[in-house]
């Protein structure tokens, strides 16, 4: 039986009315959330992403407002805006933009953010909070991974879960959530041995690698879940043929493009697995829809009213 669709654009329509009927409620209390966005410099991929999340802000009611320093910007002179957007009481997030250019001094300035703000969940603050099960911004593509999740009706408790990847910003905040959610938690990367091995053994396997199709039906247990995480550009044909040879839709696409979106999953694992995250459409809408999420909890945390965590799982 083919695997089931986890459909990533239903589950962040569903997140983003919920935030939607949220700010509605608090802006006519006086009390709009507001998300500061810091884009630096000209980096293509950077604009796509912020424009995004400008959008949908928009999209949801959230305040938002856009801040683009040149590329030659100093440390200084970003810690002074972030320094700024911390003061300003109607900001509740901010948001840097990664990468910094160079001569930024990247960790000094996410550092700067205040944690009550940090709505990526990557101040140290925010991940000791999580570690320790205590209310905090959590960072929002592994948040989006639990959402769908949960939402899917997928089991966690008592499973076990592997993650392939042990980023800061995916790998290990999955696994800290996992782990909170009561799995038994798994954590791989490029010096784990056996990984197919390692893998067949989850009920839940989240691939966070940054390497197309690398996971291919041998590493995954008949009936698991299969979260991919990964967002990669395809354009060499031989790459390409690999992961797409016989998908007709998928080849006039590439023919017209000249390249594809591909996760970190071989699309043959859709013929073993119970459920699948498809890529495009899987986890890279929650991100977003989460990133709203964050910026209307963080509003809530701010102001001091008790958060009920969107989440059932
Ligand atoms: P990183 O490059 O920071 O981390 C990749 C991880 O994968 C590392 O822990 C690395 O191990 C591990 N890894 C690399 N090669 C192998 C291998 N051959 N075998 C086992 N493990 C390996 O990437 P990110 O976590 O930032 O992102 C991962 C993917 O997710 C990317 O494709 C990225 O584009 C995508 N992404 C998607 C988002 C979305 O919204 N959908 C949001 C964020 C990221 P080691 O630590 O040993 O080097």
Redesign the pocket.
């Known amino acids: 039986m083919p695997a089931t669709i986890l459909d990533g654009n239903k589950i962040a329509a569903a997140i983003r009315a919920e935030v939607a009927a949220d700010v509605k409620t608090m802006s006519a209390a006086d009390a709009r959330p507001g998300l500061a966005v810091i884009l630096v410099g000209n980096d293509p991929a950077s604009e796509i992403y912020v424009r995004g999340k400008v959008k949908s802000s928009e999209e949801v009611g959230i305040y938002s407002e856009k801040h683009t320093p040149p590329a030659s910007v100093t440390t200084e002179e970003l810690l002074n805006l972030v320094a700024d957007l911390n003061r300003r009481d109607e900001i509740d997030g901010i948001l840097v933009q990664l990468p910094l250019p160079a001569q930024v001094d990247s960790k000094k300035v996410l550092l700067a953010v205040d944690p009550a703000k940090d709505v990526d969940g990557f101040h140290p603050t925010n991940v000791g909070f999580l570690s320790t099960q205590r209310p905090g911004l959590v960072p ?2 592994p948040a ?1 991974v639990m959402e769908m999740l949960g939402r899917s009706g997928i089991k966690i408790a008592g499973q076990d879960a592997v993650i ?8 290990k905040p999955m696994a800290m959530l996992l782990l909170n959610a009561n799995a038994t938690v798994t954590v ?5 041995r056996d ?1 197919a091995e390692v893998c067949r053994r989850a009920d839940v396997l989240v691939a ?4 197309s199709g ?1 996971v291919t039906r041998d590493f995954v247990k008949p009936g698991a879940t299969v979260i991919d ?4 550009r395809v354009t060499d044909p031989a790459e390409f043929a690999r992961l797409f040879a016989g998908n007709t839709r998928r080849e006039e696409n590439f023919r017209a493009k000249g390249s594809t979106l591909v ?2 999953v071989h699309p043959e694992v859709a013929e073993v697995a119970g459920a699948i995250t498809p890529v495009p459409g ?3 809408p ?2 977003i829809a989460m990133l709203m999420a964050n910026t209307v909890k963080a509003a809530k945390m701010r102001r001091g009213s008790k958060v009920p965590e969107l989440s059932r799982v």
């Open positions: 929002c593509t989006g392939i990847g042990r980023s800061d910003i995916v790998g791989c990367h490029s010096k784990t990984l966070a690698i940054g390497r690398m995480v990964g967002m990669n996760g970190d899987g986890v890279g929650l991100t």
